[in-house]
């Protein structure tokens, strides 16, 4: 994704200014080119020269020595931008980007550039909640910024508030966001994926649950809004942080995950049940703590509803088949019984494949009954191929 693109970072006077190198370090391990503009202010709370090391590239900091030193134009940066990610950002940068000001190299490539603009706003909590920082950034999303953050959280000043800068990875999933804005997907495709592994209630304390990680359903979400589409994703319990610009609805329970999916898929073009949902739940969840008052005990359960073969509508439907013997012969039975357009069928005692593994071998089978056997992969990568079958059925009608 950020691949070859040309990231300008800028980076103004905030004490969140050294998480910059963090991500500037993880943009161009990305494969990004970073190119630094520092106002003067950031230069204090972060040297020039550690953002130098980690891009490898000229750090700029004043617009009047760029022409001697590096031989570029003022506008330069400013056109050969992919995208400009502003972190941290803050309230006096907001109000010049606002306002129309170009005073210094950076707000001079604000204003030059046609690339998107991704801002990620750390400040005081006042300062963020006065009005005028309020209408500044209102103005800014109205012109098409992208706002990430910022976070509650421990401010500077040692008190808990609404100002601090966004999780690294989640600025990097708002530039990726930005970036599909130009992907096969864009503007054309709503695809509503769930993940995770649901837990059914015992008593207040104990519930049933499974060893889902969540991490498949969460990379065909980030895939899928790399690529530009609109994507609501339903979590069960993951532990994984909700990823920017997607609208995550969480979810406990096989009953809660079906009523959001069944909201979620109205005018939804896909749906991708990549969770692990429990077949069975408890016939009653006791409304106190169970005690161990005797030798054994009993639990009655039912069956939760099927929520592939039950949520039905106009959209495409895509399944998971966790098997553990005769993977293609159940995958096949399940797409079948389902009504499937294409399930995705995995072996979970290979442990590459496993619960909570960062890969997968997973075969894919389609309404056809063609067989795709995909390798050993990422999930990342698996999700990039699940949605390019995906996209091939949609564009067919
Ligand atoms: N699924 C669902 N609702 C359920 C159970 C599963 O929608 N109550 C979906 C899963 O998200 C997955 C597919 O159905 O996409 C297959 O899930 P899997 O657990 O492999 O199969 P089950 O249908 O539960 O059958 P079994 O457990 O007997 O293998």
Redesign the pocket.
């Given at each position: 994704m950020l691949t070859g693109k040309t990231v300008i970072l800028g980076i103004t006077g905030s004490i969140a200014a050294y998480k910059a190198a963090d991500i500037a370090s993880k943009l161009t391990q990305a494969g990004a080119r970073v190119e630094v503009v520092m106002t003067e202010s950031a230069t204090r709370f972060i040297a020039p020269l550690t953002l130098r090391n980690l891009t490898g590239r000229p750090v700029v900091t004043d617009m009047f020595e760029l022409a001697s030193e590096f031989s570029i134009e003022h506008v330069a940066l400013a056109e050969a931008a992919d995208v400009v990610l502003i972190a941290p950002a803050t309230a006096n940068v907001i109000a010049r980007l606002a306002a129309g000001i170009a005073d210094d190299m950076l707000s001079c490539t604000v204003l030059a550039t046609k690339a998107p603009v991704v801002l990620a706003p750390a400040m005081n909590v006042h300062m963020f909640h006065n009005p005028v920082t309020q209408e500044n950034l209102a103005r800014l999303k109205a012109r098409g910024f992208a706002v990430v953050g910022p976070e509650y959280g421990r401010l500077a000043e040692g008190k808990l508030g609404l100002g601090r800068l966004a999780e690294v990875d989640g600025i990097i999933g708002a530039v990726e966001q930005v970036l599909g804005r130009s992907g096969d997907l864009a503007g054309r495709w709503c695809i509503v994926v769930?993940a995770g592994g649901t837990r059914e209630p015992i008593d207040p304390v104990r519930y049933i649950g499974n060893r889902s990680s969540g991490k498949m359903g969460y990379a065909i979400a980030i895939a899928a809004r790399n690529r530009g589409a609109e994507v609501r994703l339903i979590a069960a319990p993951a532990s994984l942080p909700d990823p920017a610009g997607i609208e995550v609805v969480h979810v406990e329970t096989?009953a809660e995950m079906?009523e959001a999916v069944v909201k979620a898929v109205a005018g939804a073009d896909a749906l991708v049940?990549?969770?692990?949902?429990?077949?069975y739940q408890p016939k009653t969840a006791a409304k106190s703590k169970i005690k161990k008052d005797s030798p054994g005990l009993t639990l009655e359960l039912v069956r939760?509803?099927?929520?592939?073969?039950e949520v039905k509508g106009d959209f495409l439907k895509?399944?998971?088949?966790?098997?553990s013997e005769d993977v293609i012969a159940?995958a096949r039975k399940?797409l079948e019984k389902?009504q499937l357009d294409l399930?995705v069928a995995n072996d979970i005692t290979d442990k590459d494949s496993g619960f909570g593994a960062d890969t997968n071998k997973v075969t894919l089978i389609d309404r056809n009954g063609k067989i795709e056997e995909l390798p050993l992969l990422s999930k990342r990568e698996v999700a990039e191929r699940i949605l390019d079958r995906v996209v091939g059925m949609l564009g067919k009608g």
């Open positions: 769930t096989a079906k049940m990549a969770a692990a949902v429990a077949d939760t509803a099927d929520i592939l073969t895509v399944g998971f088949a966790a098997e159940n399940k389902k399930i």
